[in-house]
């Protein structure tokens, strides 16, 4: 079997949490734009805050991470997450997650997992959401609010972990037994 799953969802909505128990549970590898972006930064001896700046004017660096990105999806068995894993490997027979919440469930868990206050975790969401969706859009064509690719969409909000994660078993179980039939 050669198993691809893609999640995606905004940030604070638990996309890597959730990547990495599913990549546990069904003993995959488990990658993320994040740790591309951070390889890049590495091989290009920059921090993360130089190569964030640069990202803005250099689109090599968003084509780099999709390219990584499809390499990793062709090689399979694995569980990619990112804001575009979805969108980048449209063409590779994947499953795809997005997972979601409201905008204050997803700054109040910014908030507490980077440690700033709601007022900083705010203005820093809605920003790198806003740059995002301006560069995915004109890089790409992608609008990130269309969820027509995804295979299921689930509210974090609305659920403990242990919740979405059963959810998200039961429909790649689904989506496993019935592979070969699509």
């Known amino acids: 079997m050669n198993l691809v799953i893609c999640i995606s969802g905004s940030a604070g909505t638990g996309k890597t949490t959730q990547a990495k128990i599913i990549a ?36 090599s660096i968003d084509l780099e991470i999709d390219r990584r ?18 969108w980048m490997t449209k063409e590779i027979k994947a499953f795809r997650i997005y997972l979601k919440c409201p905008l204050e469930t997803e700054i109040k868990r910014v908030a507490e997992r980077d440690g700033k206050s709601l007022e900083e975790a705010k203005a820093e969401t809605l920003s790198r959401e806003e740059s995002e969706r301006v560069r995915y859009k004109k890089l790409y064509g992608v609008d ?37 039939k699509f």
């Not at 549970?25 to 805050?49: N, P, W």
């Open 24 to 59: 546990k549970k069904y003993g995959l590898k488990y990658a993320s734009a994040g740790s591309i972006f951070r390889d890049i930064a590495k091989e290009r001896g920059l921090s993360l805050e130089e190569l964030s700046a640069q990202v803005l004017d250099d689109t």
């Open 144 to 180: 990130t609010a269309d969820l027509s690719i995804y295979d299921i969409v689930v509210n974090t909000h609305i659920y403990p972990i242990e919740s979405v994660t059963k959810i998200l078993v039961t429909a790649i179980d689904e989506y496993i037994s019935n592979m070969n």
């Open 69 to 86: 990105t499809k390499k990793l999806a062709e090689e399979g068995n694995i569980v990619l997450e990112g804001r575009l894993t979805a």
